[in-house]
Antibody, heavy 116, light 106 residues
């Protein structure tokens, strides 16, 4: 069974940092492109970042470029999102999602709240 | 950025009735269009990709159509478990989502 489990969310002050993790199981993680997608409370979905299966190709939404860093460790079946210089508008549930273009599996999400 | 616009914002439908949801792209996305269902407190669930291909395990009552800038998701006979928010998403360029259509019980 495919499972994606996010962790690392929490309350952080504006300007602070947080590192999200996504533990993958039930499939060959190293063969799949991965993404982070977020959803602000009561709002729609926003694609945040993409990473290729090898990690050699990475893309970011303009809203997070220069502040967030996506990475992966295929040996540990894990996906990461390092978030720096956090702003109130980054408050959202962050989902990791498998596969490019139209993700077929999503984690349950981890809530990041940026507030003083 | 390609802007996706969904209509209506809310659709009130009785169980067993047909629901038709629309999605419009600000420029052509060819057939690079997906639909998701999201229930409260849950992650999105992929329903349709390639504008009309059902994802694995998705019931046949869900169908998608369209290409270019105009797309439609049809639920032929609404079941109780289908009341949710539906999002369209284009992946022709950097992926963007519509704002969602809430399907509620009439």
């Amino acid at each position: 069974e495919v499972q994606l489990v996010e962790s690392g969310g929490g309350l952080v002050q504006p300007g602070g940092s947080l590192r999200l993790s996504c533990a993958a199981s039930g499939f060959t993680f190293s063969s799949y492109e991965m993404n982070w997608v977020r959803q602000a409370p009561g709002k729609g979905l926003e694609w945040v970042s993409y990473i290729s299966s090898s990690g050699s190709t990475i893309y970011y939404a303009d809203s997070v470029k220069g502040r967030f860093t996506i990475s992966r460790d295929n040996a540990k079946n894990s996906l990461y999102l390092q978030m720096n210089s956090l702003r109130a508008e980054d408050t959202a549930v962050y989902y990791c999602a498998r596969d490019a273009y139209h993700p077929d599996y999503w984690g349950q999400g981890t809530l990041v709240t940026v507030s003083s | 950025e390609i802007v996706m616009t969904q209509s209506p914002a809310t659709l009130s439908v009785s169980p067993g009735e047909r629901a038709t949801l629309s999605c419009r792209a600000s420029q052509s996305v060819s057939s690079n269009l997906a639909w998701y269902q999201q229930k409260p407190g849950q992650a999105p669930r992929l329903l349709i990709y390639g504008a009309s291909t059902r994802a694995t395990g998705i019931p046949a009552r869900f169908s998608g159509s369209g290409s270019g800038t105009e797309f439609t998701l049809t639920i032929s006979s609404l079941q109780s478990e289908d009341f949710a928010v539906y999002y369209c998403q284009q992946y022709n360029n950097w992926p963007t989502f519509g704002q969602g259509t809430k399907v509620e019980i009439k």
